[in-house]
Each structure stands twice: as C-alpha cells, then as structure tokens.
T-cell receptor, first 112, second 114 residues
Framework: GQNIDQPTEMTATEGAIVQINCTYQ??????LFWYQQHAGEAPTFLSY????GLEEKGRFSSFLSRSKGYSYLLLKELQMKDSASYLC?????????????FGTGTRLLVSP | DVKVTQSSRYLVKRTGEKVFLECVQD?????MFWYRQDPGLGLRLIYF???????EKGDIPEGYSVSREKKERFSLILESASTNQTSMYLC?????????????FGDGTRLSIL
C-alpha cells in the first residue's frame, strides 16, 4: 500500500520562494507527479520525477530522492496566481497498471 | 491540448436514484480513471479502465460501477445514490505507456445527494 504525507497548508509572500515537501512509503515505485489545483478547477500537471535529482521547469522545480522516499516542489518568484493546492502523487506499477495514489494536497496561500 | 470533458459541473440527485456521470476524452488515451475528492482525504481512486470493456477496482469501489463501451467514453454509475456519495467527482485519462505521461483531468462534477 501507499502512504503519502504533505503539509496541509502553507503561506508565503509574493516574490518569495516556497518549498512544499512530500514523503511517501510504497512498493513498486514508478514515478512521482506534482499537480496544481486552483479552487473549483481540475488538477493540472506540473512536473514528473522518476530518477533522483532536480527537474527544473521555469519558476517551478521538483526534486526526488528515492532512497529517502522524499520529494519537494520548489516555487520561485511567487505570484498571487500561485495560490492553489499542490498535490503530490506516486505511481505504482506492481499491479501492472498505471495507478496514481495522491496525497491530500498542500494549500498554498500567497499574500501581497 | 488534451481535452477531458465531464457532462455536468453540478448535479443534484435524491437518495436511491441511479446516477450516471459521463466522461469523454479526445486524445485516444487507453487509460481512464474515476476519482472522488473530499476535503482532508484528497483524491481517491474509484475505478479505472485500461481498455474498452475492461475495468479494475480502485481503492473505494463500493456503491459504484463503471462502463467503457467506447475508447473515448468512461461512465461512472451510482447504483443507488446515498448521501455519503456527495462529493466532487473527477475523471482523468492517460496513455498506457507510462513514463512521463501524466493523467489529464476533467473539470469535475460536484454531486449532491439529498
């Protein structure tokens, strides 16, 4: 089975940097996804990690350490529009299917 | 861009009714998924399908069934709706090959059972 932990809520200031952590316990790990979800909207894909290290995509970066069961999403130069929930999801493949298990999400509030 | 379309944004039904939620994707994805999203519980997988007429139970299948008669369409059925099925329902689709291919989500259906 899976267990995924993320902080429930974080606050930050416009222009700052924020790091959202995600820890997981799994068998059959086959990748980790980060999604952004604005209130009342669909989750949208942000990043994917399957190997250890940092993946950078503009203002957003995601890091993975498989040995530690740990990932983080780093958001730089925060903007008001970054206020949203950020979902960490782990893909397991031991069943032979692409199945994602989601954390409960971290609600980020960016203030002026 | 991938488009996943759910038939209704808001739906109100009564206890005991049979409820159909429809989802259509336009990217020829093999995999389709139904989740429900509740505060404090996150997204939980109800059912998924990896091919036409194929279905697999997710983590919380009780009280639900699904149908996939065509590749682009995946329906979620509440056989006899109950108040504890009031929730946000999200459909998603993806390619079967895995790798960095993410799941793409529809806008969701907010279902209220009275």
């Amino acid at each position: 089975g899976q267990n995924i932990d993320q902080p429930t809520e974080m606050t930050a200031t416009e222009g700052a940097i924020v790091q959202i952590n995600c820890t997981y316990q799994t068998s059959g790990f086959n990748g980790l996804f980060w999604y952004q979800q604005h209130a009342g909207e669909a989750p949208t894909f942000l990043s994917y990690n399957v190997l250890d290290g940092l993946e950078e995509k503009g203002r957003f970066s995601s890091f993975l350490s498989r040995s530690k069961g740990y990932s983080y999403l780093l958001l730089k130069e925060l903007q008001m529009k970054d206020s949203a929930s950020y979902l960490c999801a782990v893909r397991e493949m031991n069943t032979g299917f692409q199945k994602l298990v989601f954390g409960t999400g971290t609600r980020l509030l960016v203030s002026p | 861009d991938v488009k996943v379309t759910q038939s209704s944004r808001y739906l109100v039904k009564r206890t005991g009714e049979k409820v159909f939620l429809e989802c259509v994707q336009d990217m020829d994805h093999e995999n389709m998924f139904w989740y429900r999203q509740d505060p404090g519980l996150g997204l939980r997988l109800i059912y998924f399908s990896y091919d036409v007429k194929m279905k697999e139970k997710g983590d919380i299948p009780e009280g639900y069934s699904v149908s996939r008669e065509k590749k682009e369409r995946f329906s979620l059925i509440l056989e006899s709706a109950s108040t504890n099925q009031t929730s946000m329902y999200l459909c998603a689709s993806s390619f079967q090959t895995g790798g960095n291919q993410p799941q793409h989500f529809g806008d969701g259906t907010r279902l209220s059972i009275l």
